[in-house]
T-cell receptor
Framework: DVKVTQSSRYLVKRTGEKVFLECVQD?????MFWYRQDPGLGLRLIYF???????EKGDIPEGYSVSREKKERFSLILESASTNQTSMYLCASKQPGPLYNEQFFGPGTRLTVL | QQPVQSPQAVILREGEDAVINCSSS?????VHWYRQKHGEAPVFLMILLKGGEQKGHEKISASFNEKKQQSSLYLTASQLSYSGTYFCGTGANFGNEKLTFGTGTRLTIIP
């Protein structure tokens, strides 16, 4: 059974803290994604990685960075958390190429920044 | 720009039909539909490609009008299990791995 796991379901941090959100997939997928989900705004892509150490900015990368040192792990980093980064964060993975259409999502991390 | 979905929310009785629309301001190559049940991860439903046929399985089907840059998801004789938030994700080009997701439609089915 395919699986994408995220390190925490709920996380509470203070403004200015450095925050790490971890995502691990066991499907040997090349592509991994980080999204944030907000009411009324749907899913918005923060960053995309298509290989180890390779990344592309998504639609809302400001205030975030990512790290992919191993194929199965993709980390989202908030260098200095702010209250407007309070959100649900979803990680996804996918095999590249037109034959593979499905993104597999993790359960999400609900981050609250106080 | 994100695709716009309509309606934003809808409540139906079991057995009724629903249509969810997804409209983009950009030319599209593909439209992907996902469903997210409350407290769970989004799950892939289907993909429609430019030049492809209407897709569907069981009582959930979808269409893609390339000229209008629109897709519609049809749920017939809805069941309680259809409740959730539906997202369309659009792909601009062949081979582009990134999707732009819509704003979501919350569907609630009541007995």
């Amino acid at each position: 059974d395919v699986k994408v796991t995220q390190s925490s379901r709920y996380l509470v941090k203070r403004t200015g803290e450095k925050v790490f959100l971890e995502c691990v997939q066991d499907m040997d997928h090349e592509n991994m994604f980080w999204y944030r989900q907000d009411p009324g705004l749907g899913l918005r892509l923060i960053y995309f990685s298509y290989d180890v150490k390779m990344k592309e900015k998504g639609d809302i990368p400001e205030g975030y960075s990512v790290s992919r040192e191993k194929k199965e792990r993709f980390s989202l980093i908030l260098e200095s958390a702010s209250t407007n980064q309070t959100s649900m964060y979803l990680c996804a993975s996918k095999q590249p190429g037109p034959l593979y259409n499905e993104q597999f999502f993790g359960p999400g991390t609900r981050l609250t920044v106080l | 720009q994100q695709p716009v979905q309509s309606p934003q929310a809808v409540i139906l009785r079991e057995g009724e039909d629903a249509v969810i629309n997804c409209s983009s301001s950009k030319a599209l190559y593909s439209v992907h539909w996902y469903r997210q049940k409350h407290g769970e991860a989004p799950v892939f439903l289907m993909i429609l490609l430019k030049g492809g046929e209407q897709k569907g399985h069981e009582k959930i089907s979808a269409s893609f009008n390339e000229k209008k840059q629109q897709s519609s998801l049809y749920l017939t004789a809805s069941q309680l299990s259809y409740s959730g938030t539906y997202f369309c994700g659009t792909g601009a080009n062949f081979g582009n791995e990134k999707l732009t997701f819509g704003t979501g439609t919350r569907l609630t089915i009541i007995p």
